[in-house]
């Protein structure tokens, strides 16, 4: 079946560091990919998504390309802040009328 | 409002009791889905609805744990004799459609006591 598999975590950086955290996934057809965040205290929220191959999605400074061949979808910031730290989960979606399926999350600490 | 809300925000409760937790959707977001979150693990989903149907309600833990949703609007999942391995954030998310991105809400911090 479909499936999203992450980095183990937790991940620890200092600060300006560069952070990559990989995403594989498992899918029939051309799912659209997704990478949301979990700020301490707060709900998940979209970062950024990409609906196609070869698509880059990015926003905040987080950058993340759909790579088809290798059914990746890795998450790349240039310069992390403490306040980056969070947890970070990737989703795919699957076709047909059935929910996203996210991966198990990694969890990012940025120390200054 | 413009986004997901979840009451209670906060919910302590005996062992035992049965507890009642609801989500409001965005509105007009068809899909609306309940995930569990135990400190320090990833999303463990529950339930969605499509409408007021739901389809898959494979990841309900047991049938102490029930969720309905009325209108096409709002949703309850409601846990009977509650355990202490219950304790965890419960969120829920809506989405315009089954398959497209979904909108969390804050969530509802659950302790049994």
């Known amino acids: 079946g479909d499936s999203v598999t992450q980095m183990e975590g937790p991940v620890t950086l200092s600060e300006e560091a560069f952070l990559t955290i990989n995403c594989t996934y498992t899918?029939?057809?051309?799912?659209?990919l997704f990478w949301y965040v979990q700020y301490p205290g707060e709900g998940l929220q979209l970062l950024l998504k990409a609906t196609k191959a070869d698509d880059k999605g990015s926003n905040k400074g987080f950058e993340a390309t759909y790579r088809k061949e290798t059914t990746s979808f890795h998450l790349e910031k240039g310069s992390v802040q403490v306040s980056d730290s969070a947890v970070y989960f990737c989703a795919l979606s699957r076709p047909g009328n059935t929910p996203l399926v996210f991966g198990k999350g990694t969890r990012l600490s940025v120390i200054a | 409002g413009a986004g997901v809300s979840q009451s209670p925000s906060n919910k302590v409760t005996e062992k035992g009791k049965d507890v009642e937790l609801r989500c409001d959707p965005i509105?007009?977001?068809?899909?609306l889905y309940w995930y569990r979150q135990r400190l320090g693990q990833g999303l463990e989903f529950l339930i969605y609805?499509?409408?007021?149907?739901?389809?898959?309600k494979s990841g309900l833990p047991s049938d102490r744990f029930s969720a309905e949703r009325t209108g096409e609007s709002v949703s309850t999942l409601t846990i009977q004799r509650t355990q202490q391995e219950d304790s965890a954030v419960y969120l829920c998310?809506?989405?315009?459609?089954?398959?497209?991105?979904?909108?969390f809400g804050p969530g509802t911090r659950l302790t049994v006591l």
């Open positions: 509105s007009g977001h068809t899909a």
């Open positions: 899918a029939t057809g051309y799912p659209s």
């Open positions: 609805f499509q409408g007021n149907s739901a389809p898959d």
């Open positions: 998310a809506s989405s315009l459609r089954t398959n497209n991105e979904q909108f």
